[in-house]
């Protein structure tokens, strides 16, 4: 039904198996997704499909029922030092930005650096600037975040994440809560990213951003994985009926 997997050598993130219940809703239905280094893969389908979920689980803000999920060839640990370390592995970004109101720009990108990498504070600033500079924020370095602008602040999230220098990187509807006239600078941000190599699961409303940046599409309805294929192909000829009801209702200009 898939795409070709990556081969496994090349697996960064594994799910296999992977349920998830909330009380009587079984949100994630034995979940199978294999993402390979460097690849970009866009999670779609409509409100209450599990997309969110499935990608909270990847980093554990979500526990699963069964199942199991590796990153990087070791399985998801339960909790303590061994989590907080692949936390920092897995970069995420959320639809509210969870900046540090009462730190700047600046110390909100520096601190994790300092407090789980360990870096010495001059080279994790000196790593904040290159990344605020990256995502086009660098003048604001020495403001608070509600200074900025709804797309300034994501953008500071997201040079956040990177500063933990992750092997992926999650992104959770991160254009949801923005301004239309924001989302494009956040989404050119992530795009960048996506040429750079850098893996990403994206899950997301944005369409043209799914067709333009995707490796991959994976479509989800009720709890599973009903379709995925590469961008054109998905969005030209899905080959379910779910996948072309959903796309009929948001592609219909």
Known sequence: MSEAPADSADALVVLDKVNKHFGALHVLQDIDLTIARGEVVVVIGPSGSGKSTLCRTINRLETTDSGTITIDGRPLPQEGRELARLRADVGMV?????????KTVLENVTLGQVKVRKKDRKSAEAT??????????????????????????????????LAMDPKVMLFDEPTSALDPEMINEVLEVM??????????????????FARSAANRVVFMADGRIVE?????????NPRSDRAKDFLSKILHH
């Open 128 to 161: 904040a600037r290159t990344l605020l500079d990256r995502v086009g924020v660098g003048a604001q370095a020495e403001k608070y975040p509600a200074q900025l602008s709804g797309g300034q602040q994501q953008r500071v999230a997201i040079a956040r994440a």
């Open 94 to 102: 959320f639809q509210s930005f969870n900046l540090f109101a009462h």
């Open 191 to 208: 795009r960048q990213l996506a040429r750079d190599g850098m893996t990403m699961v994206v899950v997301t409303h944005e369409m043209g």
């Open 228 to 236: 995925e294929a590469a961008p054109e192909q998905f969005f030209s």
